[in-house]
């Protein structure tokens, strides 16, 4: 069955630091991937996404993800986390029919 | 850009009744939107797939009769929680697919459902 792993429940990093969440996913030759962002109480927004093509994609807020086939892993990066980056991140492939998510990843900052 | 917008935000409810849901895409058409149930500290699930003007495909273990879902125009889907029991209590979250951005998923603000 189509998964999503985000081995990563809670990460703590401290601001400025840089920032890596995993992600591995589990179907697909050619796999429509997603990063998504959801502040406490609220919806998710798109961080950024990888159909094809250029294998490091931007996003918004100055991240960055890294689609790597050999590893079927797709993970999110950031250079230097700011304290507003607290939130949860989800990972998340586009299947057949719906879109599969990990179980995210709760990102603390320490000032 | 795409907007969904979630009514109520916040829903309080005794137990037994009927509680709806509104999603609303505000600025494009959606013929497909998707809602999700969310428990504290855990990832989305998805319940359901809405079709405007037909029937909503279920997930497996989903209750339809307890979980309505109604997707009459192309801008509005609803979902209604019938005889609400404590443990519907959730976060509610729809999304709606924009074909004029590539079938875009966007995700509407997320509605807290407290049944008492």
């Known amino acids: 069955a189509q998964s999503v792993t985000q081995p990563d429940i809670h990460i703590t990093v401290s601001e400025g630091a840089s920032l890596e969440l995993r992600c591995n996913y589990s179907y697909g030759a050619t796999p429509y991937l997603f990063w998504y962002v959801q502040s406490p109480g609220q919806g998710l927004q798109l961080l950024l996404k990888y159909f094809s093509g250029d294998t490091l994609v931007q996003g918004i807020k100055g991240f960055e993800a890294e689609f790597k086939r050999s590893q079927s892993s797709f993970n999110l990066r950031k250079p230097s986390v700011h304290w507003s980056d607290a939130a949860e991140y989800f990972c998340a492939e586009q299947g057949a029919q719906k879109l599969v998510f990990g179980q995210g990843t709760r990102l603390t900052i320490n000032p | 850009g795409a907007v969904v917008s979630q009514h109520p935000s916040w829903v309080i409810c005794k137990s037994g009744t009927s509680v709806k849901i509104e999603c609303r895409s505000l600025d494009f058409q959606a013929t497909t939107m998707f809602w999700y149930r969310q428990f504290p500290k855990q990832s989305l699930m998805l319940m359901a797939t809405?079709?405007?003007?037909?029937?909503?495909?279920?997930e497996q273990g989903v209750e339809k009769d307890k979980f309505l879902i109604n997707h009459a125009s192309l801008t509005l889907s609803t979902l209604t929680v019938t005889s609400a029991h404590p443990e519907d209590s959730s976060f509610y979250i729809c999304?709606?697919?924009?074909?004029?951005?590539?079938?875009?998923?966007?995700f509407g603000e997320g509605s807290r459902l407290t049944v008492l």
């Open positions: 809405s079709n405007e003007g037909s029937k909503a495909t279920y």
């Open positions: 999304s709606a697919k924009n074909w004029d951005l590539g079938g875009e998923l966007f």
